[in-house]
């Protein structure tokens, strides 16, 4: 048998992030079973299954010498196929080939409806959501779905979360790249290349951002006191960036939860979000999310890294 890639990522962040995923799937499916839906697990940044970490073990309450060893943890996918009741199909997309191939390793052993698409996440879910039998099927209004987005970096197009949105039967959990979007916001707007404008524009799905965070400030006069230059000066500090993302996902979803802050050594990294847009199942979506929320917030402040 060809062994499994390995796929290392993360850090105490990661499980927290995956512990709060589970625990709703595990609301989801028992909120859902025997309603007649057919459910849906996506998961459109799927990786290999598994997660080899660096993980520290022994010390003095252990009575064993401090060491650092590596484990392989369940990444989401084996995760969310552990859940119980199932799910009635998984579908699950990647882009490194490698990595495609372990999901069809997974595939193979399991017994359930498993589909592996090669290529972009906003591509396969945009292929996904507007076939049948999610459109022109006789089935399509008991199709539901939770989506989860983990990117690395700043991978999801608006279009893609506004796409998700009008289906109004997927809800989504999205890792936002906080400190990524931060990062590419230079503190003159002149330090922002042709790249990174895009790919802001891409994430925020309009080009408000440059005058919600920019301002035009004096930077020289000339020695009578006459011609001034204008700069532009980045004025919106990292809580304020957030809060324009959460407008925007508010303008396309009915519901968006407040985040799960994770952490990397003390400092904002990501912010896990769930939406739904499913107007008739918020109540009973916002009370899964809810708990998870207040239960992973705390442990994400304690665990923060290295
Ligand atoms: C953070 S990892 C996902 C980990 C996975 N959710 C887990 O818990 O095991 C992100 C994955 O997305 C893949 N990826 C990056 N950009 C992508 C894209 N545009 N479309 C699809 N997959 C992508 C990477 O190869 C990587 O395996």
Not at 40 to 65: L, N, S
Not at 195 to 219: H, M, N
Request: proline content about 6%; glycine content about 8%; charged content about 25%.
């Amino acid at each position: 048998m060809q062994e499994r890639p390995k796929h290392e990522f993360g850090g105490p962040w990661t499980e927290i992030k995956l512990d709060a995923i589970s625990e709703y799937l595990d609301f989801y499916q028992n909120a859902l079973k025997n309603k007649g839906f057919e459910t849906w697990y996506v998961d459109a940044f799927a990786g290999t299954g598994e997660r080899h970490a660096k993980v520290t073990k022994g010390g003095i309450f252990d009575a064993a010498p401090i060491e650092e060893v590596e484990e392989v943890l369940a990444g989401s996918a084996k995760r969310a196929l552990a859940i119980l009741p199932p799910f009635s199909h998984y579908w699950f997309s990647e882009q490194r080939p490698t990595r495609v191939a372990a999901l069809e390793a997974l595939r193979s052993e399991a017994s359930t409806d498993i589909v592996v698409r090669r290529g972009d996440a906003n591509e396969q879910l945009r292929l996904l959501f507007s076939n049948p039998p999610w459109t022109d099927h006789p089935s399509s209004w008991k199709q539901r779905a939770v989506v989860f987005l983990d990117p690395y970096g700043m991978s999801v197009g608006f279009d893609t979360l506004k796409m998700l949105a009008e289906t109004q039967r997927a809800d989504v959990w999205y890792l936002f790249p906080r400190k990524a979007v931060i990062q590419q916001l230079a503190n003159k707007g002149s330090g922002i290349d042709e790249d990174k404008r895009a790919s802001l524009t891409r994430i925020f799905g309009c080009e408000d951002w440059v005058d919600r965070f920019y301002e035009a400030q004096p930077a020289q006069t000339d020695l009578f006191g006459g011609r001034v230059t204008f700069e532009s000066i980045r004025r919106a500090d990292g809580n304020e960036i957030a809060e324009f993302a959460r407008e925007r996902f508010g303008g396309i979803f009915a519901y968006v939860s407040d985040p799960i802050p994770l952490l990397i050594n003390g400092r904002d990294f990501f912010e896990l979000y769930c939406f739904s847009n499913n107007p008739p199942a918020i109540s009973l979506i916002k009370r899964g999310v809810d708990h998870v929320v207040r239960k992973y917030t705390p442990a994400s402040h304690r665990r923060s890294g290295p």
